[in-house]
């Protein structure tokens, strides 16, 4: 070996030995912190219940970063379910093994059982959050994870008058079930019914003043005349997709799923489960008390929903009796089936630079996204739809954990028998997928773990085609381990010959979670660039539960700086 090459060697050697230690630059640095997942008890609607948490909030801590920052969290689970803990958005260059969704990374961790997620935030900045990805537990086990320009070096790209936001505000948009949601959806797996809707749509994990019992504890954010801040809205919600407004202000999107925006001002937002949005906005209205407001956008004919509405306060001249005795202003929202209103927020955002995209497409896909009914087989209980079960799919493939071994393990080890390789790159059978009226004959999907490879760098470009099968509906897809350019949406079928044109590859925005339209479409690209298994899924938890998911194999590519890495010597066993 020549001195040069060896020397490069070495230091490629030295960077991978640092990444794995966690500890970079003198810029960067490391945050150690733990995570507790315990039971404790709360009220909200007038009844007190237990909920899972970790270290006993809810919602759970915020963690702040700045870019190029480690993240070390040691997860030990006093709780009575298996769980483990995803890092919504982060890409988790070569750690596939900190991504956290149960059976597709790891082992679930078991009650009493730890397992210490290390990571490093690179190449991001915005908002991002974690959750549990186990079962429905990331109901209550979820917080923000903020992520600042990386500190002394970089500013954010917004400014107002040359000075940043005053206050920085996160804003967990949940749900709230007067039961335990574990057992929901153990109900509705059971019975092969669609589970119960939740009782309310929360802030920061309150209802507030139009739900029962839920006034005095109103979300209040406090603010003051005059100032701009930074709204760093999360939807956290498991099943419900929000319009969110604020009385008498106008809200500008800076950035959306930690990717800057083009600055878009807006009265009105719509964030998908999965998705978040930040926004300025300045507090220039006479001194007041203003809602907050969300409910639901609800895309799905004939579909139950949550139709309730929460509420918060901004607050800014508080302290005098007067404004406080009466009644905050409300913002107006959308209906609820306001489709142009959704589609108009969404394909207005544009990313704040010009994409970096690769000219060539190596990897031409075209998945279906969709519901469906399994026939009843004899024994099983069938409360769907004329004695059905509920299924989803895509590609006609309902996705099935393994449960003896992660996927990523069974990959690393070579492990047979867990997971094949033949995910299909285009639907089995080709139809009108929005059409009226779907042949019943294409209800039913295939039960399967499958897998799509993809060779390391491969540029991927995928056409998502929601499907009218028992009820369309408006999917938030999200590819872990990636974020991707949206480079256009529509409606009906996706027509590549007409289609193609419209494609924005100029400044596309860049997310980790798209809203595919009802009855339409969404293509997005990707460059294949982060080797190990990547999940992707509807983020509404009814669907995934259902089995809309399925997950890319990214093979390794040249050397140790394009190969996943060891497992953690931690990693839980199933
Ligand atoms: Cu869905």
Redesign the pocket.
């Known amino acids: 070996m020549s001195s040069s090459s060896s020397r490069t060697m070495s230091s490629l050697l030295l960077i991978a030995s640092l990444a794995l230690l966690c500890s970079t630059t003198t810029i960067a640095k490391q945050q150690y912190h733990e995570f507790v997942i315990k039971e404790a008890a709360v009220t909200r609607l007038c009844k007190s219940q237990n909920i899972m948490t970790v270290n006993g909030q809810f919602p759970g801590p915020s963690l702040e970063v700045n870019e190029g920052d480690c993240l070390v969290v040691k997860v030990t689970n006093k709780g009575r379910y298996n769980v483990t803990v995803h890092w919504h958005g982060v890409r988790q260059m070569r750690t596939g093994w900190a991504d956290g969704p149960e059976y597709v990374t790891q082992c679930p961790i078991r009650p009493g059982q730890s397992y210490t997620y290390r990571f490093t935030v690179q190449g991001q900045e915005g908002t991002l959050w974690w959750h549990a990805h186990s079962s429905w537990l990331r109901a209550t086990v979820h917080g923000a994870l903020i992520i600042r320009p990386r500190r002394g070096v970089a500013a954010y790209p917004f400014v107002n008058h040359g000075k940043p936001p005053v206050r920085e505000i996160p804003i967990l948009l949940g749900e709230w079930w007067n039961m335990n949601p574990i057992d929901v959806v153990r109900a509705a797996t059971r019975t092969g019914a669609a589970p119960n809707i939740s009782d309310a749509i929360t802030v920061n994990g309150q209802p507030g003043d139009l739900y029962k019992c839920s006034s005095k504890d109103t979300t209040t954010f406090p603010v003051n005349s005059g100032e701009t801040n930074l709204l760093r809205f999360i939807n956290a919600a498991l099943n419900t997709e929000l319009f969110v407004s604020l009385a008498g202000h106008t809200m500008t999107v800076v950035g959306a799923d930690a990717s800057y925006t083009k600055p878009y001002a807006t009265s009105v937002l719509m964030i998908a489960p999965g998705q978040t949005t930040d926004v300025l906005v300045t507090f220039d209205q006479p001194p007041g008390r203003y809602y907050l407001a969300a409910r639901a956008y609800a895309s799905a004919q004939g579909v139950p929903f949550d139709n309730t509405t929460t509420t918060a306060i901004f607050d800014y001249g508080a302290s005098s009796s007067s404004t406080t005795s009466k009644s905050p202003a409300m913002p107006t929202l959308p209906a609820y089936n306001d489709t142009s209103a959704a589609t108009a927020f969404t394909t207005s955002l544009r990313g704040l630079r010009k994409a970096e995209l690769p000219s060539r497409v190596d990897e031409n896909l075209f998945f279906t ?1 969709g519901v469906g009914l399994f026939n009843c087989s004899q024994g099983q209980s069938c409360g769907g739809p004329n004695n059905t079960r509920f299924t ?1 799919s895509i590609n006609n493939v309902s996705f099935v954990l393994p449960s003896a071994v992660s996927i990523l393990q069974a990959h690393y080890h070579t492990t047979n028998g867990v997971f094949t390789a033949d995910f299909p790159a285009n639907p089995p059978v080709a139809f009108d997928y929005t059409a009226q009226n779907v042949s019943r004959g294409l209800w039913q999907p295939v039960p399967g773990t499958k897998v799509y490879k993809l060779k390391y760098g491969a540029a991927v470009q995928l056409v998502l085609q929601g499907t009218n099968i028992f009820a369309a ?1 408006n ?2 897809i999200h590819i872990h381990g990636y974020d991707f350019y949206i480079l256009a949406e529509g409606f009906g079928n996706f027509d590549a010959a007409a289609d193609t044109a419209k494609f924005n590859l100029d400044d596309p925005p860049m997310r980790n979670t798209v809203a595919v339209p009802v009855n339409g479409w969404a293509v997005v690209r990707f460059v294949a660039d982060n080797p190990g298994v990547w999940l992707m899924h ?1 983020h ?1 938890d009814v ?1 995934i539960t259902w089995g ?1 998911a399925m997950a890319f194999l990214v093979e390794d590519g040249v050397g140790v700086l394009q190969s996943l890495e060891a497992p953690p010597p931690d990693l839980p066993l199933c």
């Open positions: 996204v989803a509906e999917h938030p509807c509404l669907h809309l």
